[in-house]
């Protein structure tokens, strides 16, 4: 059984930073890719980045390339995006998942090759 567990999220004004991280546990975390979703209220979830098992590969929503920065620690089991420039349509509850294969060569954005899922941070972000 995987574990993951997300933090840091919190309230911001926009244009401000946050960083969120997700803690995992349960098996070799440094063998799959992780990625982060968010779902606002009303909407579904969507895909935000992911990065592959090892970290050189990584790929973001159109909507946050440039402001977002996904980022992994694999001696730490840890996974963070670092947000800048927030903005009001940020606000979301963002979860951070673990791909279900290992050693993936392409990093996946579908929500359907994530087989663990974290209990998610709130993230808003103020006018």
């Known amino acids: 059984q995987v574990l993951l567990v997300e933090s840091g999220g919190g309230l911001v004004q926009a244009g401000g930073s946050l960083r969120v991280s997700c803690a995992a546990s349960?098996?070799?975390?440094?063998?799959?890719?992780m990625g982060w979703f968010r779902q606002a209220p009303g909407k579904e979830r969507e895909f935000v980045a992911a990065?592959?098992?090892?970290?050189?590969?990584?790929t973001y929503a159109g909507s946050v390339k440039g402001r977002f920065t996904i980022s992994r620690d694999n001696a730490k089991n840890t996974v963070y995006l670092q947000m800048n420039s927030l903005k009001p349509e940020d606000t979301a509850v963002y979860y951070c998942?673990?791909?279900?294969?290992?050693?993936?060569?392409?990093?996946?954005?579908?929500?359907?090759?994530?087989?663990?899922w974290g209990q998610g941070t709130q993230v808003t972000v103020s006018s």
């Open positions: 998942a673990a791909d279900r294969r290992p050693f993936r060569v392409v990093v996946i954005t579908s929500s359907r090759e994530y087989d663990y």
């Open positions: 349960g098996r070799t975390f440094s063998s799959y890719a």
């Open positions: 990065i592959n098992w090892s970290g050189g590969s990584t």
